[in-house]
Structures are given as C-alpha cells and as structure tokens.
C-alpha cells in the first residue's frame, strides 16, 4: 500500500524522466491563459512543474478552478530549455482530486506574497504554501537534524523532559501559569535542571523543544513560545569544552541544510557561512574596550551588550576574522543565572559565553556549578532558598561532574541564516502578546 | 578542546584496550572489601567496569567517599574472564573529581532498587542512575531516532508547531488553561489540526513533541503530559496507505533500537519482536464477534474495546498470527473526533485504525476528512459551530488532498517494549494527578 505513496514522481525528480509518462500529484499553483496554449503550472512539497495545455476543453475546465485545487497529473515529461528546470509536461490527462472552494486570500505563484507580515500570519495554513515560505521550513527541519546527528556523533543522548513545572524554573516572574488540578504550575522556560540532571545519567544529553517566555517584549526577535535547541555536557575541562561542542554543532546543522535542504537554498539562492575552526572569541570586557575606542560609547557600567553593541561585534569579526560567527566570554556574574560558574581567574565574570551570529545573540552557554554547596550559597547569596529547589538540588547531593551547556533558538538561527527581518516570519504559527491564532 | 572528551575511554570498550592504559570517568557505584583485594565499581554512562585495588592506602580513601562521588581512574585494562565484561583495571590511579554529600536514598549496584516506585520517582535525580531505569530512556532515544529517520526515508519533513492554542482542540473538556496576557489560552492535547494543515505545505509531515491532557484518570497507563510521535500523509489511497506507513515506522523504530541501543537491550536481557509484513488487521466488529464467541461477553451495544477486550485479541493476533501487533479497523464513527473519515462501504464506521501492541492500545489512527464541506456538515451534526475552528478549516477551503495520520505515545511504547507494569517507569520526570516535581 505504500506503493500508492511511491508510484507518483516528484517535480524536482522530473529532468532525469525525460520521455517517460508520469504521474504528478499536487496543487494547481498557476494557469496561465495565452493564444494557442495555455500552461499550468502544478506545485507538489518539493517544487513546481510547467504543464502545455492545448485541449481547449482542457483549459475551460481547469479555468473554472480557483487556484489550489489538488490534481493529479499523468503526462509525458519533454525536455524544454525554456521551461523552469529544463522539462514540461505534454500530452496532460488532469483528474480534479479536490478542488478548493474560494481562491487564495493572496497570489502564491508571485515572487514574494504581497501583503503585510500581520496578514500573512493571520493566513499561515495557505501563506506557508509558498514556495519561499516553505523554504524556511525546510531549511529549519534540516538544522534540527543536524543538530541531533552532530551530537549523537559525539556520543549525545536524547531526552524528553516536562514542559509543566512545579516552581518557576530561574526565579522567574516570566513564566506562564496554569491551573494543575487545583494547584499552581508553570510552563517551562527552560529544560536548563533537567537537562543538567541528566547529565548525571547521560553525560551528555540534548533535547529539541518548546520554551515558554511570558515577557512582554513585542520586537522583531521575540515570541512568547520558540523552540531550543538545548546541549548538557559532563567532564568538560571549562567553557572552552562546552564551546568546541557548539562550534561542532553548528558545523554539523550547516552541512545538514546543505544536504537535506538543497532546494531550499536554491529557492532563496542563499549561501551558507562557514564555521571557522576555532570560533574567534573575544572577553566581555575587551569586546567593551573596543566598542568604546571605536564609537565612543561609555559602556564602564553596562554589564551587558546592547543589541546594538552586538552588531557593531559582528561586523568586527566579519571585518577582522572574516567570520559570521563571535564568541563572547566572560560576562559579568551579576547578569548570569544562578547556575553559572564564575571564572576562576576572574571571579567576577562568568566561565559562560554568547555565540553572536551575523551581529545577534544566537545562543548563551557556558559552565555551571556542580558542587552541592556552591548552589546553596548561590542561591543565599541572591536571597534564594534553597529549599524550593531541593529536586534540583538533590542530583548535586549525589555527585556531579563539571558540566556545562548552551541553548540555540530554532527560529532565531533560520532568521538569521534567511536573513529574515522578524523571528515571526521562520516561527510556523508565532505566539507573541497579541497572537494566539491559528 | 573537544579533545578533552575524546580523550577518556567508554567501559563498553575496555576490552578493546586490553594491555593499555586508560583514563576512565565516571561514578562510585560501589566498593567491595575482600579480605586480601578490593574492588572498585566505576560507572560511566555506558556500563560499569571493575577496578582492582590493592592499595590499603586508597581503599581506606575511597572507604571514605560516599558513592555517587565522581572519579577519574587511570590504570591498566587486564583480561579477566571471571570479570564482569571479561576485563578489569589494575594499578589504579584514583582522582576524586567532585565528592557526592550523602550516601544515595537507595543503593543503586542493586540488579533492581529495592523501593516503591512512587519512593523512587521522588528521588528520580538519583534513580534514573540505575543502570536499568537508564536503559529504558537509551531505549527511548532511540525509538525516537528510528522514527524520524523511518519518515525521511520516507519524504516526510519534521515540523514543530505551538503547544500554547487559542482554543481546546478537539471540543474538550480535557485541556489545561493558561493565563495568556489576560487572555484564556491553553495547552495543546495533540499537534493534530496543525499537523494537517501541514500536510497542505509538505504533504508528508511528522513531529515528535509533548502533549497535554487534563484527564482525572489515576491509573498505570495514563499520565498527564507525554510525548506524542505524529505524522500525517497526504495523497494516501485509503486507511490502508496511512498503516503501511505506520508499520514501515514500526520497523524502523525497532531497528534503531536494536542498533543504537545494543546496550540497553543487553542490560534488561531483552529480546524485540518482530514485526510482520503486513501487520494483520481485523475489522471492530469482527474483533467483538470474536470476543462474544470466545468469552460469551456481550459486546452488541459497545462502541469501544475495554482493555480486557484488548488483551484478549492481543493473545489471539500472538496465537493466530505469531504477531505481537494487531490492527483493529472499523471503530464506530460515534466514538471517532469529527475529523474522521468514514469508512466509504460502512459510513457508520470509521476508515481508521488502533494499533494493538501485545494487547495494549498503542496507536490511534486513520483516514480525515479533506472536503471543507465535510467539516462543516461534521461539525454542525455534532452540535459545533464552524466558526470557532476558521483557522483550521481555512486549510480544506482552499485545497487539500486524501490524507491520514496516527500518534504514537512514546511512553507507552517503550512501556510496552521493556514490559513496564506502569508508564511512569518509562517516563523521565512524569506527571500525573498527584506528581509535578521533580
């Protein structure tokens, strides 16, 4: 039976099927009418195909279809110079498989779809048919699996964890809350204890999942729901460890877009960086010094980077290492979570990073602490108890080794390979303060 | 850098090593003094391994540690056929990476912990150390290894779509609400109308993701939240296309696992069963009239199997057919969601299926309605109004093709595989009526 999935041909298989009768299956994407002939134009999940149609019966009936109707297609596949992907269809016989009830709220068939984001968004189930769109997609489902397929290479095992907590994971007033069975639970913001729990019984573990953030942000490269591509480590020397797994992956989720999302690439005609060996990496505090040699800019007391700070850094590296991608070490304990383990040579900065892709913050990482009571003091030292983190807490208790980790935001990571202007366009169906549908 | 990983040696590969010596880290997972010799049990996220230490110097220091705490061994691999694992270390040279606090809540050198699974969920950080609760989670990695790379080689691409919806999905009482920016959200039970709505962009589409359900029920096969593997199809035949799909997926599942998680199969001395090409399938009724005959129970007003029923034809599909898997065709359409296809020669019967798994529900699934009209009418007879659902349905208003899809809990699946009395026991850190923590 899963020959009837097999026995149709792919648009994009079409170039090595010349002279043969195939059977096309997809989407009436264009017709388009002229004197003697008239060419339609079906789409399937891997690209679009150009079908001569000269019956005029043909053309009427088809006319009298709204743009995606499902057909199937049997006809013989001609090499044609002319013809997008160098072969058409002749000779079509058209079976109306499904045939759509009212024409798309926008053209499919044009270049771009020309209507506002908002708009766009608020039509997504037809939107993402578009072949740019979908591009997007594709390229995101490759990143995912080269991101599993790097770290299983490196002896990674995969974890599912709960989305729904007991307690704030990081002391948080952004978390999401939900009624549990008469009692108060959260979203997850993270897989940060679990995956760090793990560690303990894996070594070294991953997980590709939601995240919940409740901020109110409302810019161009936040939603309220994303997906993170989350690494722990055990046995790490220091962040360096944690940062050479991250160069390796990032290595590995480009070769997979190159391998599995070929036609996406070509769709968006996009090339793809390349991963220098090592990284550069540049300290918080010089990356400061620069900036402020360069612009002028007081930064004496910012204990963070501005995203304007982030693209000046970008530029830096592209300008003296040739490089999309920046390690920025050591920023300050005061802006870093709890968990993070201080440099040892400068305790009052973080043995953690940022990874800046192309001038944005891409993912934060870095080493953490792994002894019982550096946590306890931690959290006192913040006014915490520890006691509401005793679950957490407990897999420290029973011995830990040094560790660390990092996170990479799926929809951020295609944004900024697309060079697309808002995480909303690379999101599927983005959930941010005033969109919660479809 | 990466390097410092590479450089330790896994105890799976000792006996690789023979006459070498090795840098090994790992856990205390046990000390034995003998009289004249001690042996020290190391466990790393691979195995364990033995160490010979004859030094009363290093016994009375590693006397001293509680297990859990974290080593790095040095010494030399020697073959010892009355070894576990045929080799032991000598000439150790012992560094205590990072000392654990407390003695472990149970002993965890045990073939099994000797406590009550609640007693052992609490402390979940710790237990899911224990060489055998470890390899039903290597199982689980792999399991979902082999379902994904099952559907590429299929054409199928991955999805992640949101988990927070604008409304309950499937008219359901059985969803948790969230606080969302002042508005009622709440959490998806299944990827099912965005998985469809997919099918429209890639035709063939899967995600592995959590899912939420508000069920009260309090028994070993349900818990709250659990991870769902979806996938949906377009341009399937019938049923009959989505179940090949599904046992092709079946298959693949059970290969990466014989594969990926050799060592887990070898630690729960597990054997997997095979899956038959075709899986046999047996129509509801016919399943009933079956039953009726065999156990004289009167089935003719029943519009679902209880779980009796279940294993009961589990036993049959095993004696009839030698299959551990059985699927069951034909549910009645009343106890089907309104996206169910009915059945073309039997309209009171859905053209849907469960999957049996040793008399067990694994799987649910089967062929949807693709007409937009089929929706509305669908809807309108079940008392909903369209209106609620105009994301969803946008999908079929502008073209969609035959399509199908199932879901299978992961949980349950490796539950079953293992022969876990309750799906908790395969679940990292579950959740259910009266669990929220860890």
Do not use: C
Not at 147 to 153: P, T
Not at 264 to 288: C, G, S, Y
Not at 396 to 421: C, N, T, Y
């Amino acid at each position: 039976m899963i020959s009837h999935l097999t026995a149709r041909v792919w648009t994009d298989d079409l170039s090595d099927r010349v002279g043969e009768r195939v059977q096309l299956k997809g989407w009436l994407h264009r017709l388009r009418r002229l004197a003697g002939v008239s060419f339609l134009i079906i789409r399937d999940a891997r690209g679009t195909a150009q079908v001569v149609v000269q019956d005029p019966e043909l053309v009427e009936r088809l006319a009298r279809l709204q743009n995606e109707s499902v057909l199937g297609i049997a006809g013989v596949v001609v090499a044609e110079p002319q013809a997008p992907g160098g072969v058409e269809i002749h000779d079509p016989a058209v079976t109306v498989i499904s045939e759509a009830d009212e024409a798309p709220p926008f053209d499919l068939y044009r270049p771009v779809i020309k209507a506002q984001l908002p708009t766009i968004l608020d039509n997504a189930p037809v939107a993402l048919r578009h072949p740019r769109r979908r591009a997007y997609f594709a390229i995101s489902a490759a990143s995912m699996a080269g991101f599993r397929s790097g770290l299983h290479d490196l002896g990674f095992t995969e974890i599912q964890t709960p989305k729904i907590v007991g307690s704030a994971t990081e002391s948080g007033a952004t978390t999401f809350a939900l009624d549990y069975f008469g009692k108060t639970a959260y979203l997850a913001q993270s897989p940060q204890f679990y995956k760090q729990v793990m560690v303990g019984v894996f070594e070294r573990v991953y997980e590709v999942g939601p995240v919940f953030r409740a901020e109110p942000h409302d810019t161009a490269r936040h939603i309220n729901e994303y997906v993170s591509l989350d690494a722990e480590v055990g046995f790490i020397e220091n962040e360096y460890t944690v940062m050479a797994v991250l160069t390796d992956t990032i290595a590995s989720m480009l070769a997979a877009v190159e391998r599995d999302a070929a036609g996406a690439l070509a769709v968006l005609r996009l090339e793809l960086p390349k991963v220098p060996q090592p990284i550069p990496d540049v300290h918080f505090l010089d990356a400061q010094a620069m900036i402020t040699a360069a612009t002028g800019e007081d930064l004496s007391n910012e204990p963070d980077l501005s995203p304007a700070n982030e693209r000046w850094l970008g530029e830096w590296a592209k300008r003296e290492h040739g490089s999309d991608f920046l390690f920025v070490r050591g920023f300050p304990m005061s802006k870093r979570p709890f968990y993070t383990h201080p440099d040892p040579e400068r305790p009052g900065f973080a043995a953690g990073f940022d990874l800046l892709f192309r001038g944005m913050e891409l993912v934060t990482g870095g080493q953490r602490l792994h002894r019982y009571q550096d946590y306890v003091d931690a959290l006192v030292s913040r006014g915490e108890d520890p006691e509401n983190y005793a679950a957490y807490l407990m897999a420290f208790k029973h011995g830990m080794p040094p560790h660390g980790g990092f996170a990479i935001g799926l929809e951020r990571w295609v944004a900024q390979l697309v060079d697309a202007s808002n995480v909303r366009e690379t999101t599927l169906f983005p959930r941010d303060l005033n969109r919660l549908s479809p």
